[in-house]
């Protein structure tokens, strides 16, 4: 009898191991499969069953969660939804997140490890959202959005000392608070923003890029001064006027008088096309390859932490196209970011900061989880050109291009530039300006800026940018110095 009780607790024994076994199996090995599977509502029903951590700026939050009382619970709410639309994104139950929502959405859903106390990894349980903090600062990001009027164009602005994102303006914009929840009402209102020719979910800030035209010079400038091409910003250059392409009889035209033969600081401050596209030339592609480089062209791995779209600079090319390339055309494609990034190199002395949109992200008390800080992302040019490059910036606002710039009491550089468009240049020029600003009594630039206006009305070519995005640059670089 013994003998068949204890072979009885030994098969107990067995099937209570394997039981264990697969348990163990399926809480650790297949939890996230199983989490995963689309078949799986536990996971949706419990990522809505609770309302969503919060975005802020300023220590303001510009999101929230409504309860609905529905399966899917909570509903993500925007305030301001079209301003900080090109920061936030959208947090949808039928479309999914974008932007700041999808980079930051573990710890903004409650998933993330790090809001996880120790015993929290072994219990699964979905712990409450944490808030996502930005460096975004209200004034600035008001004043690009009032500057741009809801024309077609886009507004970037840093902190060349440390490359804080100040604002991020696309325009024009949309609530993203129209794609939160489900049913008709969400389905037509994706339907009718995909559907608009102005494309208002377009992140123009960070997702498009432009030819940047005569905003360019400034890189080619920095290419020239760090290579040996040009020793002194003053003496005259070899260029003649008209300059013809090399290798082709196509003279390339200059919109303002004296360009023959005129120095890069002339080149500069009235827009001297010859002198640009025979400095670029005379450096050569692979010196301009590596100053492009430096500024941040060609990383498809800049993130912040949404993905930025990729500047190009062509890697082939021919002499007479590099000409082109060297004063913003030919193939020639930037971000507003990446150029607010030229201008903040110029304004920190050479060295530009990695550009960053989250300071740090927390729990729901308020704890900090992560934290991101000033670093540096390239050495973008020597100081010496960079100081030589400010004083030539801040001659284009002072008695070039760039007067609709200025402020009074402060120091301003800035740069303009008009990018061709369309088949035939028969579309609308891209109007750019780019710029920094510094206060009177400080030691450093406050504040770095990219303008670019998409339809803007222009009968000369540099006067565009200095006429239709200069005012915007000048009203961003306003706030910023206000605060």
Not at 258 to 278: D, E, I, P, R, T
Not at 439 to 467: L, T, Y
Request: aromatic share 6%; hydrophobic share 40%; proline share 6%.
């Amino acid at each position: 009898m013994i003998r068949y009780i204890r072979r009885a607790a030994a098969c107990c024994l067995l099937l209570l191991v394997a039981l264990l076994v697969n348990a163990a199996r399926v809480q650790v090995l297949q939890a996230d499969a199983l989490d995963a599977d689309p078949a799986n509502r536990r996971t949706t029903l419990a990522r809505y069953g609770q309302p969503r951590g919060d975005i802020l700026v300023e220590g303001d939050a510009v999101t929230g969660s409504k309860d609905t009382g529905q399966p899917l619970r909570y509903e993500r709410t925007y305030t301001d939804g079209p301003l900080y639309a090109p920061i936030t994104g959208y947090a949808s139950q039928v479309y999914g997140t974008t932007l700041v929502e999808a980079a930051e959405d573990p710890v903004l859903s409650g998933t993330s490890p790090l809001l996880k106390p120790l015993w929290g990894g072994l219990t699964r349980k979905r712990q409450r959202g944490g808030d996502a903090v930005t460096t975004i600062r209200a004034g600035v990001q008001r004043a690009a959005y009032r500057g741009l009027a809801g024309r077609r164009g886009a507004v970037a602005a840093l902190e060349p000392g440390t490359g804080r994102i100040l604002a991020l303006v696309s325009s024009p914009s949309y609530d993203p608070g129209r794609l939160s929840g489900t049913g008709r009402a969400v389905k037509g209102a994706w339907a009718a923003l995909n559907a608009d020719p102005d494309q208002p979910m377009l992140d123009r800030a960070i997702r498009q890029t432009y030819p940047p035209g005569s905003a360019f010079k400034i890189v080619t400038a920095a290419a020239a001064l760090d290579a040996g091409a040009v020793t002194d910003v003053d003496a005259p250059t070899t260029t003649p006027d008209p300059y013809v392409l090399p290798g082709t009889t196509t003279a390339l035209p200059n919109e303002a008088d004296g360009c023959g033969k005129a120095s890069l600081a002339y080149a500069v401050v009235v827009s001297c096309n010859s002198v640009m596209a025979h400095l670029g030339v005379k450096v050569g592609l692979p010196g301009i390859l590596e100053a492009v480089g430096r500024f941040g062209f060609n990383d498809t791995r800049l993130r912040i932490p949404s993905g930025v779209a990729r500047s190009n600079f062509d890697r082939k090319m021919g002499p007479d196209q590099l000409a082109l390339s060297s004063i913003g055309q030919f193939d020639t494609t930037a971000t507003p970011l990446q150029m607010a990034m030229v201008a903040a190199a110029v304004a920190n002395g050479g060295e530009l900061k990695y550009p960053y949109l989250v300071e740090r992200t927390t729990t729901a008390r308020g704890t900090t989880v992560a934290q991101n800080g000033p670093r540096t992302y390239r050495q973008a040019m020597n100081p010496t050109t960079a100081a030589q490059l400010q004083r030539l910036m801040v001659d284009v606002v002072e008695k070039g291009t760039g007067t609709n710039a200025a402020i009074p009491g402060a120091k301003v550089g800035g740069k303009t530039g008009t990018a061709q468009n369309g088949v035939g240049n028969r579309g609308h020029p891209y109007a750019w300006f780019i710029s920094w600003a510094q206060a009177a009594d400080a030691g450093q630039p406050a504040v770095a800026v990219a303008v670019v206006v998409e339809d803007a009305e222009a009968n000369r070519a540099d006067i565009s940018g200095g006429g239709d995005a200069a005012p915007i640059a000048k009203a961003v670089m306003e706030a910023a110095l206000a605060e």
